[in-house]
């Protein structure tokens, strides 16, 4: 028990043994308040400003989908799992079908990988899209009203929900995948479109850059703010930019690739600071990286039958063999993956959801304590929790 | 005497044409006065126009924006749609608003907030329901922690069906909102009235936080007290460990889980599953395979097998058990998942493997909380997802899908 550092925060902190002279104070954070990116409570014992003591609290959002996914058909299930990252739904659907490709040993072809990867690679980009715009809004007022780039965030984000929702014709929602391949081939002229798309966003992100990660204003808010150890970021479980930016290099595009990401050269970016600063400067460079993946695969898919699975007439037609296995692939919040219990019918057994934001939301208690409410707010936004993840 | 009757006959028909009341129903010396003076009631008509008029171009809303169609009501406020233009400011406080629009599932933790809230707004207020999931529950209605459809508690004045509705489609709900507004005024139409019973829906659990009953010595105590031989074999080597160093971490080595498996008595790895170790092996194998450069823990899964069932399929003897599952993973380059399982009877605890991965912390307490596995030693074994109150695990297989004894059916 005591392999923990002793520098590391204590998270279970009895509040009698704190200082008996100390007039703590309790405050209740959300689970209503805009800044808490959906229904997330947080109780914060406070010391003056300081807070000594944060107790999360989740489970508002908590939708039952493992308990609705023992009920459902293999096939019925793709769009269940859209609700529950809804910045990344795309991500979400191909962890899911992955897990049951895995299972059946199904071969997905070639152009079909190189589909989910175009998709996996512009979800990306909205995904971090939406939360820098998010974040601006929360740190509020130093940006003058951070509105400005929220709408600018949005503002580019359409564009990439046009491209889905011409493959889709769903805004976001789009179940596409299926077992063995895609659902949607790419219309004609749609290359086109992206390559524009593209480069309408790498030539604005040097305009995010100058108004976020470069101005002296938000540096000085997120700068130092909520450092995360490396090491208590691995035990903890943390995956994607966050782990990145506490300076450890790993990222299952490369280091176990899945899709056609053996097929192209993924430059992995990471930061040292381990602070908000360095975990929005992470997202931003992994933006830039997306936007040359794009750009270098969508001229380049190769022609295929886009799908291997044998075309089913009724939901339970669909059979896992008895046995058990975890997958996990990288998505803009890191590895999302999922257990899978198979008992030989046509309904999973049990599937367990492994999502990144639980884990990343389990940081709290170990980064707030020390800092101002006001940093708390910037910490929470900084981990990029998506409370239907973090629930379920 | 024809003179005074003219003026009057045509204030009668002016007050019909603004209110649903009839002259002589309503009675009240101050409303006869507003009749029987000349020219008043019309000046309070066209002061209720105007009144209407601003009431319906500056509807401040609040978003209750739980899930996914807050993306999209995020997205009918910015750029493209940019609903500001109808007189839309998105107000964050209750009190400052006329409009809640519930975008997103509401769940019984947070139906009795939503209410709150609602009561927080000052009159006149109305509410949108946008989407499925706040219209009728959607896929999740029957399950056991979702409200079906918000109107069972709040009332409703414009429905926005859609999963989710684009944003184009709120906006079409606001003007229709809008020509409810003005109708409202003149009488045509009546605000919605909520079935009172229920209004009833599950008490919201106050956490207390210093409760003594919650105390993790105190849990620890009646998981040892609860009988169980594992254990306390199994608590003094964890001890013990306590006291030594840490065990050094060498990146990228490259482990050999076969072997550690095989030092258990593990020949080779099962076709159906991850490796079942004894209970009393777990704790030392984590602890070995942190130190072989599984650093990472990836997730724990617990599965609840009832009587005659089994991961080989159906088997008689088979008792009722739990299988707990975790997985670890190595960092960097060709990252590898280990994965193993330990079995439990239903009622026995596990160690925790909290002391040697700190993310095992709330993995534990939501195994706890849905399945109903205890773990050992954890610090804080409290419930994660569900409320506090709550009875029943409700990941066991027993455990009905469709919860047809929740309190608002």
Redesign the interface.
């Known amino acids: 028990m005591t392999q923990k550092p002793s520098h590391r925060v204590d998270p279970h902190l009895v509040i009698e043994k704190y200082d008996p002279e100390a007039e703590l104070m309790l405050m209740h954070f959300g689970p209503q308040h805009p800044s808490t990116h959906g229904v997330f409570r947080m109780d914060l014992f406070l010391d003056g400003e300081i807070i000594v003591k944060a107790v999360p609290h989740c489970g508002y959002l908590h939708r039952a989908v493992e308990k609705l996914c023992e009920k459902l058909a293999y096939v019925q299930i793709t769009p269940i799992v859209d609700k529950n990252d809804y910045v990344a739904p795309m991500t979400n659907e191909q962890s899911l079908v992955m897990i049951f490709e895995a299972m059946l040993k199904l071969e997905v072809p070639r152009r079909a990988r190189w589909i989910r990867t175009i998709f996996a690679e512009l979800q990306r980009i909205a995904s971090h899209l939406l939360w820098l715009g998010t974040f601006s809004l929360d740190l509020g007022g130093a940006l003058g009203g951070g509105t400005t780039v929220f709408m600018y965030c949005f503002r580019e984000r359409e564009l990439i929900l046009d491209l889905f929702e011409e493959v889709t014709g769903a805004r976001f929602h789009y179940n596409t995948h299926t077992i063995g391949g895609n659902r949607h081939d790419l219309p004609k002229g749609w290359s086109q479109k992206v390559l524009a798309a593209m480069d309408t966003i790498a030539q604005r992100i040097p305009e995010y850059e100058a108004m976020t990660t470069q101005n002296r204003i938000f540096q000085q808010r997120t700068r130092g703010v909520g450092v995360l150890d490396g090491e208590l970021a691995l035990e903890l479980g943390i995956t994607g930019p966050i782990l990145r930016a506490s300076g450890i290099d790993h990222d299952l595009r490369r280091d176990a690739p899945f899709h056609a990401y053996d097929e192209v050269k993924v430059n992995v970016k990471t930061a040292e600071g381990g602070d908000c600063l360095a975990r929005a400067e992470v997202r931003v460079e992994e933006m830039k990286e997306s936007v040359r993946l794009v750009r270098e695969m969508v001229g380049a898919v190769p022609e295929g039958p886009i799908n291997s699975g044998k075309p089913v007439k009724l939901p339970v037609q669909t059979k896992i063999p008895v046995g058990q296995t975890y997958v996990g692939i990288e998505t803009p919040r890191g590895e999302l993956g999922g257990w899978l219990v198979a008992d030989g019918t046509q309904f999973p057994y049990r599937l367990k959801i492994r999502p990144p934001s639980l884990h990343a939301v389990s940081a709290l208690p170990y980064l707030l304590p020390g800092q101002t409410v006001s940093d708390a707010i910037a910490i929470l936004g900084s981990l990029d929790p998506i409370m239907g993840e973090v629930d379920r | 005497m024809a003179v005074n009757e003219e003026p009057k006959a045509a204030l009668a028909t002016a007050s019909r044409t603004h209110t649903s009341d009839d002259a002589g129903h309503f009675q009240h010396p101050l409303y006869q006065v507003t009749l029987q003076t000349p020219g008043l009631s019309v000046g309070t008509a066209v002061f209720d126009d105007l009144m209407t008029w601003g009431l319906k171009n500056a509807l401040w809303m609040f978003?209750?924006?739980?899930?996914?169609c807050?993306?999209?009501f995020?997205?009918g406020a910015?750029?493209?749609v940019d609903m500001d233009r109808m007189g839309v400011i998105i107000r964050?406080t209750p009190r400052h608003a006329d409009v809640m629009v519930v975008a997103?599932?509401i769940?019984t933790?947070?139906a009795p907030?939503v209410l709150k809230?609602w009561e927080q707004m000052p009159e006149p207020k109305w509410c949108i329901a946008m989407g499925s999931c706040a219209i009728s529950g959607d896929?999740?209605r029957n399950?056991?922690?979702?409200v079906p459809g918000i109107d069972t508690f709040l009332p409703v004045d414009v429905y926005v069906p859609g999963?989710?509705p684009?944003p184009e489609a709120l906006m079409a709900g606001m003007i229709k909102l809008q020509e409810k507004i003005s109708l409202q005024r003149t009488g045509k139409f009546v605000t919605p009235e909520v079935k009172p019973e229920l209004l009833k829906i599950t008490n919201p659990s106050v956490?207390r936080?210093?409760d003594p009953a919650r105390r993790?010595e105190q849990n620890h105590e009646q998981e040892l007290s609860a009988d169980s031989p594992t254990v306390d074999e199994a608590t003094a080597p964890?001890e013990v460990?306590?006291?030594g160093p840490?065990?050094e971490?060498s990146p990228l080595t490259s482990p050999d889980f076969e072997g550690l498996l095989k030092e258990l008595g593990i020949a080779e790895l099962p076709?159906?599953?991850?490796p079942i170790i004894p209970l009393e092996q777990h704790l030392a194998l984590a602890r070995k395979l942190k130190s072989l450069g599984y650093?990472?823990?990836?997730?724990i899964?617990a599965?609840?097998w009832l009587a005659g069932?089994g991961?080989?399929?159906a088997d008689e003897a088979e008792p009722e058990h739990f299988e707990i599952?975790y997985?670890l993973?190595t960092?960097?380059?060709?990252?590898?998942?280990a994965?193993w399982a330990v079995r439990v009877k239903a009622g026995q605890p596990v160690l925790t493997l909290s002391?040697?991965?700190?993310?095992a912390?709330?993995?534990e307490r939501?195994q706890y909380d849905?399945l109903g596995v205890t773990f050992a030693g954890h610090?804080?074994l409290r419930?994660?997802?569900?409320?506090e109150n709550y009875v029943g695990h409700?990941?066991r297989r027993e455990?009905p899908?469709d919860a047809h004894w929740a309190p608002w059916r």
């Open positions: 978003p209750m924006a739980t899930s996914c807050g993306i999209e995020m997205a910015a750029s493209r964050a997103g599932t769940t933790k947070m907030r809230l896929f999740y399950l056991y922690s979702v999963c989710p684009n956490p936080l210093n993790p964890l460990a306590a006291e840490a065990p971490l076709k159906d599953g991850p650093r990472q823990l990836v997730t899964a599965t609840h069932k991961r080989k399929g599952a997985a993973r960092v960097g380059m060709g990252s590898r998942v994965a002391g040697i991965f700190a993310g912390d709330w993995q939501e849905l610090p804080d419930r994660l997802m569900l409320t409700p990941l455990f899908a």
